[in-house]
């Protein structure tokens, strides 16, 4: 009910490891991801108006799906390191805000990138550095810098240890990441909020904003606490391969 017009864009499929937080079920498996989304958007408006990239966003393509037409705000959830930085250079030419949530356990990191306000604002916030110059200028990135820059990205501050332990079991004990749809589903409410803010009031402003639910109810944890568990994971999610 917000946007007269959307653009998706994913050049993946449906795997079982994404049934931890997706709404799909077995049925769905192998389909692809573009398409089921568009799918349930039409089965709720069938006047929608729905462009689709499913080969995902590329070097080819990204002029066009950021101005045919011109994108008001563009939600970034994609794993591709390059892209991602693409993302935001192009947002920033084009003066369009950007919105990026990323899922901690039972947290949220909200980032809000108002390049229309300040199109001279470092891209993901300056936490990149000059990373972002050596992510676009390198070939292949490999699993151990995805992980590097995955951790200099959200910030160790904001990673519970357990999430932090489950990325050196992904492709041994565990298939993929474990999400958790309760958090997920979470985040697409908090999408919506903020484009709504964006869009009708101008609000929120340029920032990153931390959610966690621990504190809402007042329940003690030590996710974040400092430990030598957790320092030395993090030594080692730092060191390039």
């Not at 069938?46 to 462009?51: C, E, G, K, R, W």
């Amino acid at each position: 009910g917000i946007s007269r017009h959307i653009k998706i864009a994913d050049n993946d499929v449906v795997d079982t490891s994404n049934l931890n937080r997706l709404r799909e079920t077995l049925v769905s498996v192998g389909r692809p991801k573009v398409d089921l989304t568009a799918e349930h958007i039409y089965e709720l408006d069938p006047f929608a108006s729905v462009d689709i990239y499913p080969e995902g966003i590329t070097t080819d393509n990204i002029d066009r799906f950021f101005e045919d037409p011109k994108l008001d705000i563009v939600i970034d959830e994609i794993d591709d390191f390059k892209m991602k930085v693409q993302l935001r250079l192009h947002a920033k030419k084009n003066r369009i805000p950007l919105l990026m949530l990323t899922s901690l356990g039972d947290n949220i990191l909200v980032d809000v990138e108002r390049y229309d306000q300040d199109p001279e604002a470092p891209i993901f916030h300056g936490m990149l550095g000059d990373l972002s110059e050596e992510i676009l200028a390198r070939g292949e990135i490999s699993p151990e810098d995805i992980k590097r820059y995955s951790i200099q990205l959200v910030g160790q501050q904001y990673i519970p240890t357990r999430a932090i332990q489950s990325v050196f079991e992904m492709g041994k004990t565990l298939v993929g990441r474990p999400q958790l749809y309760s958090t997920i589903a979470v985040d697409g409410g908090l999408v919506a909020y903020v484009v709504r803010q964006i869009l009708l009031y101008n609000t929120p402003k340029l920032g990153r904003y931390f959610i966690k639910f621990s504190e809402l109810f007042n329940i003690q944890t030590d996710e974040l606490a400092p430990s030598g568990t957790r320092d030395e994971l993090l030594s080692r999610m730092r060191q390039p391969k």
